[in-house]
């Protein structure tokens, strides 16, 4: 299964379903089933993202520490886009775009970056220690995935 490496709190965001949306500089053509791992280590900047409004917020009941170094939580990525095409949506006033707004904050939506939509995002019960990579890598998910995903 592909995964892709998030630092935290944005990895928790996701397992909570708060962030649907993941931002890149570059696009991808996978579709499908994604782990959602979080990075070995939490960086200072990282960590100060934690006392903005939005951010103090959405993590207001996940006890801390956060999880480092293992997958959270699986979804399924949908096609990506470009961010201009999003903010076009947004300038021609079609509302709030399935809450695009209230993801904002937890990620870069300015042009000439790729926001990829997650769908389906299922929190893993107890997360799975793996090693993290930058970019897509291959996770060795084990056999009984379905059985650890929260409901």
């Known amino acids: 299964m592909k995964a892709l490496t998030l630092w935290q709190p944005y990895a928790t965001l996701v397992a909570l379903g708060v962030k649907r949306w993941e931002t890149r500089s570059w696009r991808t053509e996978h579709r499908g089933p994604l782990a959602i791992h979080a990075a070995a280590r939490m960086p ?71 926001a990829w939509p997650l769908g389906n995002i299922r929190r893993l019960i107890n997360p799975i220690p793996a090693l993290g990579a930058q970019t897509l890598w291959e996770w060795n998910a084990p056999a009984d995935l379905e059985a650890r995903l929260a409901v």
């Open 44 to 114: 200072r900047e990282a960590r100060a993202l934690c006392e903005q409004p939005a951010f103090r917020y959405a993590l207001r009941a996940v006890p801390r520490p956060f999880v480092l170094g293992a997958v959270v939580a699986i979804v399924d990525l949908q096609p990506c886009r470009a961010t201009e095409s999003l903010l076009d949506q947004l300038d021609l006033g079609f509302g709030a775009n399935d809450g695009l707004l209230s993801q904002f904050p937890f990620g870069d939506f300015t042009p000439g970056r790729f």
